[in-house]
């Protein structure tokens, strides 16, 4: 896309919006108060708001490679504290996508430079499931399982984080795990059993 031209759809945008409402950009300037915090990936082709047909000030987006929620990352641990203590969200979501490149990346024997420790956190993940996903002689099959399974950990990560502990004990907050088909448009609930995984793991994790 053109440089100059985004410029162009940016007026053609302000002027849409104030014709059907004179007052938007007042509006909007006002406050924030989503109930939704979204974390997905950084992928050109998904886009949060649109697949979930919201509107500016309804949901709070964090995008990374992957849709990663690593305890290591100051930058979505400062969203997840935002969003959860001070916005005060009643549903954090984690969507991947199938078709992930990260993903893809991860799965493969390679030296991606810089992104290495990055990958690494979805290589854990293939390491932990690595009893299902052996299984799955299919490779693109074993692909989107990979990608589930990634949006799997990375809610059980934000479970783990005071904040969501904290937030669980004093008001409803629900944590959703998604994938986005791109070939369909569909967005995908995964039903996780978060009670029968977090029995597991809460003994150790269990901060608050």
Same mark, same amino acid.
């Given at each position: %896309?053109?440089?100059?031209?985004?410029?162009?759809?940016?007026?053609?945008?302000?002027?849409?919006?104030?014709?059907?409402?004179?007052?938007?950009?007042?509006?909007?300037?006002?406050? =924030?108060?989503?109930?939704?915090?979204?974390?997905?990936?950084?992928?050109?082709?998904?886009?949060?708001?649109?697949? %979930? /047909?919201?509107?500016?000030?309804?949901?709070?987006?964090?995008?990374?490679?992957?849709?990663?929620?690593?305890?290591?990352?100051?930058?979505?641990?400062?969203?997840?504290?935002?969003?959860?203590?001070?916005?005060?969200?009643?549903?954090?979501?984690?969507? /991947?996508?199938?078709?992930?490149?990260?993903?893809?990346?991860?799965?493969?024997?390679?030296?991606?430079?810089?992104? @290495?420790?990055?990958?690494?956190?979805?290589?854990?993940?293939?390491?932990?499931?690595?009893?299902?996903?052996?299984?799955?002689?299919?490779?693109?099959?074993?692909?989107?399982?990979?990608?589930?399974?990634?949006? =799997?950990? =990375?809610?059980? @990560?934000?479970?783990?984080?005071?904040?969501? =502990?904290?937030?669980?004990?004093?008001?409803?907050?629900?944590?959703? /795990?998604?994938?986005?088909?791109?070939?369909? /448009?569909?967005?995908?609930?995964?039903?996780?059993?978060?009670?029968?995984?977090?029995?597991?793991?809460?003994?150790?994790?269990?901060?608050?």
């Amino acid at each position: %896309m053109n440089i100059d031209q985004i410029f162009a759809n940016n007026k053609v945008w302000i002027a849409e919006k104030l014709k059907v409402d004179p007052e938007y950009f007042n509006n909007l300037s006002l406050r =924030q108060s989503p109930e939704i915090l979204y974390i997905g990936c950084s992928d050109s082709r998904v886009s949060a708001e649109e697949l %979930m /047909g919201a509107k500016p000030g309804e949901v709070f987006v964090h995008r990374n490679i992957a849709n990663m929620v690593p305890n290591t990352d100051l930058s979505v641990m400062s969203v997840i504290n935002y969003a959860v203590s001070y916005l005060k969200v009643k549903h954090v979501v984690v969507c /991947g996508h199938y078709y992930c490149n990260g993903v893809k990346a991860a799965m493969q024997s390679q030296d991606m430079g810089i992104l @290495n420790p990055w990958l690494r956190n979805i290589r854990d993940v293939y390491r932990i499931h690595h009893n299902e996903l052996d299984t799955i002689v299919d490779e693109e099959l074993r692909y989107k399982r990979l990608v589930e399974l990634n949006v =799997q950990e =990375q809610c059980i @990560n934000v479970l783990k984080t005071a904040d969501v =502990q904290k937030a669980y004990k004093e008001r409803t907050l629900t944590v959703n /795990g998604w994938v986005f088909d791109i070939q369909t /448009g569909q967005l995908i609930d995964l039903k996780i059993d978060f009670d029968k995984i977090l029995q597991k793991i809460m003994e150790i994790y269990r901060i608050i």
